[in-house]
């Protein structure tokens, strides 16, 4: 199964807001509410920010939100830090009991 | 707190097999499923698959059944992941992971080389 679609870059100014999409099928996003948003910093290991499309676990920032819209999950983070930079992928629980990952998006403050 | 530790770094030569091991602490490794995950140098994650640790049921990427296993040892709240035929396209970070869905607590990772 190919990987869900992120865009590759995005990037957004200290204090604004960005959406980082991403795209799957009737069998993975459109099937479950289980999607996940993870963060990556530089040689770190994954870290999750929202889990099951639109939760924020315990010591997530409020700046974190997550939505989905058919085959289509969105991860939207406001008032943008420097300590937001990074790499962020969504995850996806799919039909055939699997996990699928996006390709990853790198965001950039300005 | 919860605490997943795994092994160092491995280098291994094509043809061969690695063992990468993941300590569990501050929780039951029975309680939740140990997921594993690889990151090719440069690239984005990737899936291998699941076990439960309860009941030893596993799910693997398809793309890696009959070369991988995963397996845990209750007794020391450990899980383990096998991985043989190892080729250079098998070099990468492997992380081990907390639960099915919603990954909350990630080992450091741990760094295979496959390279002749």
């Known amino acids: 199964q190919s990987a869900l679609t992120q865009p590759a870059s995005v990037s957004g100014s200290l204090g604004q807001s960005i959406t980082i999409s991403c795209t799957g099928s009737?069998?993975?996003?459109?099937?479950?509410?289980?999607v996940s948003w993870y963060q990556q910093h530089s040689d770190k290991a994954p870290k999750l920010v929202i889990l099951?499309?639109?939760n924020r676990p315990s010591g997530i920032s409020h700046r974190f939100s997550g939505s989905k819209s058919g085959f289509t999950a969105s991860l939207t983070i406001s008032g943008l830090r420097t300590e937001d930079e990074g790499d962020y992928y969504c995850?996806?629980?799919?039909?055939?009991?699997?996990?699928?990952f996006g390709g990853g998006t790198k965001l950039t403050v300005l | 707190q919860v605490q997943l530790v795994q092994s160092g770094a491995e280098v291994r030569k094509p043809g061969a097999s690695v063992k990468v091991s993941c300590k569990a602490s501050?929780?039951?490794?029975?309680?939740?499923?140990i997921t594993w995950v690889r990151q090719a140098p440069g690239q984005g994650l990737e899936w291998m698959g699941w076990?439960?640790?309860?009941?030893?049921?596993?799910m693997y990427a398809q793309n890696l059944r009959g070369r991988v296993t995963l397996t845990t040892d209750t007794s020391t709240s450990t899980a383990y992941m096998e991985l043989r035929s190892l080729t250079s396209d098998d070099t990468a970070v492997y992380f081990c992971?907390?639960?099915?869905?919603?990954?909350?607590?990630w080992g450091q990772g741990t760094l295979v080389t496959v390279s002749s």
């Open positions: 992971a907390r639960k099915v869905l919603g990954l909350d607590s």
């Open positions: 501050g929780y039951s490794l029975t309680d939740y499923s």
């Open positions: 076990i439960s640790a309860y009941n030893g049921n596993t």
């Open positions: 009737g069998t993975d996003i459109g099937a479950y509410p289980y």
């Open positions: 099951d499309v639109t």
């Open positions: 995850s996806s629980y799919t039909g055939d009991k699997t996990l699928i």
